[in-house]
């Protein structure tokens, strides 16, 4: 099957086991019009909802490499849009103007995917007006909601959508990731997942930025005086 290519399409996201296995089965066996990934801030939340949206538009169901994945993973394509708060607020607006292109076949993927980022900042009437379109979605369309505070959602939203759940990444999965991504030497890799806590966002940003390389020889030095536990 396309076991192996799914995983292709999943390699960004680190030490998410169960997400992954939960969102490769829904592109093999027929998915969900809503999904809500909640969890912490730099699990790679939103690295998963784009190969998702890749698996839900790809012709092959995910194959990780063709043009069509490819765009999606590089936030190119017409069938998938993200939808981020405008100030503090995802807006009615927002919604309406979803509902009007949602009815719509897909320009040229098999789905039209829309991922909402933030999506616990739905101000009241955005909530009202999107919780009318989860009641009856067009067919071809996929709602991916990404937030680290499920608990700010409607729970009439929250509900109509199949939870996916995130976790701090592990050390090691995070470690084996810097490693392989910037060349990083094993035990320095490991200090930096440490230091990061389990957000890989921000242990990615320590590998590279210059302002964090600084940081990074404080958090090196104090680490090695720290007695592993």
Do not use: W
Request: contains cysteine; charged residues 20%.
């Amino acid at each position: 099957g396309t076991g192996g290519a799914v995983t292709s399409l999943f390699a960004e996201v680190v030490g998410q086991q169960m997400a992954v296995s939960l969102l490769t089965r829904a592109l093999e066996q027929g998915a969900a019009h809503a999904y809500l990934f909640s969890g912490p801030s730099g699990a790679g939340k939103s690295g998963a909802a784009l190969a998702f949206a890749a698996g839900l538009a790809c012709p092959e169901g995910g194959c990780g490499v063709c043009n069509t994945c490819r765009r999606v993973l590089a936030g190119l394509h017409p069938d998938v849009e993200i939808i981020a708060p405008e100030g503090n607020f995802l807006r009615k607006e927002q919604i309406t103007e979803i509902n009007l292109q949602a009815v719509y076949r897909p320009y040229e993927a098999r789905a039209k995917v829309y991922i909402f980022l933030e999506a616990d900042s739905f101000n009241a009437e955005a909530a009202n007006a999107f919780l009318k379109t989860l009641e009856e979605p067009p067919g071809h369309v996929h709602f991916i909601l990404v937030t680290d505070h499920p608990e700010r959602l409607l729970p009439t939203i929250a509900s109509r959508c199949q939870p996916v759940a995130f976790s701090l990444v592990p050390v090691l999965a995070m470690a084996a990731d810097l490693s392989a991504r910037f060349g990083l030497a094993e035990a320095e890799a490991v200090l930096l997942a440490r230091a990061a806590g389990g957000d890989l966002t921000y242990a990615r940003e320590l590998a590279t930025s210059e302002g964090a390389r600084r940081e990074r020889m404080q958090l090196l030095d104090l680490a090695r005086d720290i007695p592993a536990a």
